[in-house]
């Protein structure tokens, strides 16, 4: 029997609700590259350009995330009023207590995906977001990666994503509104997961919905308080977790709001 894939977007449903909610759509990525052209934006294609530059001399060397990051128009995901300051490299408020994450940030998690045994052999395959925030980093994933899935356990970012993602038409992003340290097992397993907020500890339902060759990115926090970014690789043998530098994200929390 065919598997069901959600439609967009879709909510889900917690214990409380007495059922499953909006019906599924069975729904094949698209394989050519989407437009991600809001509007006229024409003011903003060099300092793009300038950032992408950064990015490669601050050490990004993946062509397809340079190409993505230079393609996905930041200033469209913030309020107007920091359209300036939309390329420069530092994270931006979105509302809710949220931010987006600084450029170097994004990609620098992206390259790690592409890094992945699985992604090496076969390109991204089926990837979780955990945390669509307003849908900046669901928008260059979906640039890399055959599927994206999606979740924001905040209904205003939720939301204000969809917004956001709607003119981009991306028939490979799938947004859900729910609590993302469950994970979506609907959608698994995953070829990669990236999560914008950081804990104590992993998720135990990212590693279970992880593919074996798949790779989870995420910050985590240590005892003294810092983050550090988390790479697992799923092997036939088992999970291996490499620390790599100290990051900064918001932090992971359970439930809807």
Request: glycine letters at 10%; charged letters at 15%; aromatic letters at 6%.
């Amino acid at each position: 029997m065919t598997q069901r894939r959600p439609g967009f977007p879709v909510r889900i449903p917690s214990s409380s609700d007495s059922n499953l909610g909006p019906a599924f759509a069975s729904r094949r990525p698209a394989v050519t590259t989407p437009s991600l052209t809001i509007g006229s934006s024409m003011n903003f294609a060099a300092v793009r350009a300038r950032m992408v530059q950064r990015l490669a001399a601050g050490g990004i060397t993946a062509a397809p995330v340079l190409q993505a990051m230079g393609t996905v128009e930041r200033h469209c995901f913030v309020d107007t009023a920091l359209g300036n300051q939309s390329y420069e490299d530092t994270s931006l408020p979105i509302g809710l207590g949220q931010t987006i994450s600084k450029p170097s940030i994004v990609a620098r998690m992206a390259e790690l995906l592409l890094g992945a045994e699985g992604a090496r052999a076969d390109g991204l395959g089926r990837v979780l977001e955990v945390g669509t925030g307003c849908g900046y980093q669901a928008a260059v994933l979906s640039l890399l990666a055959r599927e994206v899935y999606s979740i924001e356990r905040l209904r205003g970012l939720h939301e204000k994503a969809r917004t956001n993602l709607r003119y981009l038409r991306l028939t490979n992003v799938h947004l859900m509104f729910g609590d993302g340290m469950l994970g979506y097992p609907k959608g698994a397993p995953y070829a990669a997961i990236v999560s914008a907020a950081g804990g104590a500890s992993l998720p135990l339902q990212w590693c279970e919905q992880l593919a074996v060759g798949g790779r989870l990115v995420a910050p985590i926090s240590r005892a003294d308080g810092q983050q550090m970014l988390l790479v697992v690789d799923k092997t036939s043998h088992g999970l291996k977790q490499s620390v790599l530098e100290p990051v900064h994200f918001v932090p992971l929390k359970s439930g809807i709001a």
